[in-house]
């Protein structure tokens, strides 16, 4: 059927308009988490900003104050930019940048500790899709039920497994 719009749902882009803040995703909302870095990773925003500054100091003190400012600034802006949205919600799953349909999606089940490095590694499927971040430990494994899509499963990292567990069941039963 080549004149119907693809039905796979495989990650793909979300619209750009979903592309501001974690908070808020309309009144439907029944999951939202920004996968932000933990405490200890942001400090290698100014660690690099130091470092330039110092590197530059035998130039001249405005300089190495320059350097030190801009390169803090672009690394808090790449951590920010690698901090992505999980949000349930419009009946949709955003993980990401990508998307997929509720209806779609299997039953989901989480893990901590030494059961989620086990899907993140020796379990992981090249297929899935994944939305990991390394300084978050628990994942959800959410199966896709098409068996149009060759992508078996999403691997999302999550701070509140749990939650969203229970808002992609609340989801689907509803």
């Known amino acids: 059927m080549p004149d119907q719009p693809d039905q796979n749902p495989s990650p793909r882009p979300a619209p750009s308009a979903a592309g ?6 309309g009144p439907d909302a029944g999951f939202t988490e920004r996968l932000w870095p ?21 130039i001249g003190e405005a300089p190495a104050l320059v350097a030190a400012l801009a390169v803090a ?3 808090v802006v790449v951590l920010v ?11 949709e799953l955003r993980a990401g940048r990508a998307t ?3 209806a ?6 989480w893990a901590d500790g030494e ?3 086990q899907e993140r590694g020796p379990r992981l499927d090249a297929r899935a899709y994944l939305c990991i971040r390394g300084w978050v430990r628990p994942v959800v494994r959410i199966p896709l039920d098409d068996p149009a899509d060759p992508t ?10 749990a939650d969203l567990v229970a808002a992609l069941e609340a989801s689907r039963r509803s």
């Open 20 to 25: 501001g803040s974690a908070a808020g995703r």
């Open 38 to 58: 933990s405490p200890t990773t942001w400090l290698i925003a100014p660690g690099l900003g130091l470092g330039a500054g110092l590197s530059l100091f035998p």
């Open 73 to 75: 600034v672009a690394a």
């Open 81 to 91: 930019r690698l901090s992505p949205v999980v949000a349930v919600g419009g009946g």
């Open 100 to 102: 997929v349909p509720l």
């Open 104 to 109: 779609l999606l299997g039953e989901p089940s």
């Open 115 to 117: 059961e989620a490095r």
């Open 152 to 161: 078996p499963y999403w691997l999302v990292s999550s701070r509140r497994p």
